[in-house]
């Protein structure tokens, strides 16, 4: 029998067809989600941020670590863990970190290429390439094979550059990475020109706003699809209208598309 057999689900999942993997932020919103019938979700780490009160990327390396033990431990299923940038610059730190978090429980990991600072928004292509290099021997040097994404985020990191985009994810690929990721695609033809380019790696596409179907996007070649933070701002949005009519108005019609306690309750009992 395997000893890591949600890792070995996980990576299952990636073989053929396609997926779609949401982003809970709390341990209820992953339950929820898994009870739905989704085998496998990711966390987010705008959606994680949020719950704290903070903007995303303001949550330390412990506390995301605990979120990732939290989340892991909380459902059966696998568990990708959105590890912004490593919380590390070079490549050594990289890989310190990214052992640690293949410890949390979690059955894969993503590295991202943006910088967070606006004049240089992603790391010179050599060292983003060397970061995900250093993830990957930090992986096959440990004992949990946990599944490593590699993630270019100049679509919304300011450089809109498809054929950056795709230098940079063939680069990723030829470094180890076992999953690809552009979030900000917005356009089929996008999508399909990334899969063709990285093939048979697989892709991830995130899903934000409506321009997809899963069906379009498994015709496209896709592997798996994320939504990233977008689960949990439905959810801010719901509670900003029903916050909002009750300052503005003092009434609470908002209510009426609650979803009812005995249904909610009875979820988790």
């Known amino acids: 029998m395997s000893e890591h057999p949600r890792i070995d689900a996980f990576r299952s999942l990636h ?153 940079r994810l063939v680069r990723y690929k030829e470094a180890g990475a076992d999953c690809l990721y552009a979030p900000g695609l917005s356009s089929l033809e996008q999508v399909r020109a990334v899969v063709q380019a990285v093939a048979p790696v697989p892709v991830n596409v995130l899903v934000g706003r409506p321009f997809a179907t899963v069906s379009e996007l498994a015709d496209a070649g896709v592997r798996r699809i994320s939504v990233g933070g977008a689960l949990a701002r439905t959810a801010w949005a719901a509670v900003l209208r029903a916050a909002r009519e009750i300052t503005a108005d003092g009434t609470f019609t908002s209510f009426e598309g609650a979803v009812p306690f005995a249904e909610l309750d009875g979820r988790f009992s």
């Open 15 to 167: 073989r053929d067809g396609c997926f779609v993997i949401p982003n809970p932020w709390d341990v209820g919103s992953a339950r929820l989600l898994e009870q739905l019938g989704f085998r496998a979700l990711a966390s987010t780490s705008s959606g994680l941020a949020w719950s704290l009160g903070r903007a995303d990327g303001r949550v330390s390396l412990e506390a995301t670590l605990d979120h990732f033990r939290t989340l892991a431990a909380a459902v059966q299923v696998p568990v990708n863990g959105d590890f912004l940038g490593g919380f590390a610059v070079e490549p050594e730190d990289v890989a310190a970190n990214v052992r640690l978090a293949a410890t949390t429980g979690i059955a894969g990991v993503s590295i991202e290429d943006s910088t967070g600072t606006p004049a240089t928004p992603l790391y010179d292509i050599e060292l983003a390439v060397a970061r995900v290099a250093a993830a990957r021997g930090a992986i096959d040097a440990g004992t949990v094979p946990v599944l490593l994404t590699a993630r270019s985020e100049g679509f919304i990191a300011g450089v809109p550059d498809l054929d950056e985009t795709i230098r």
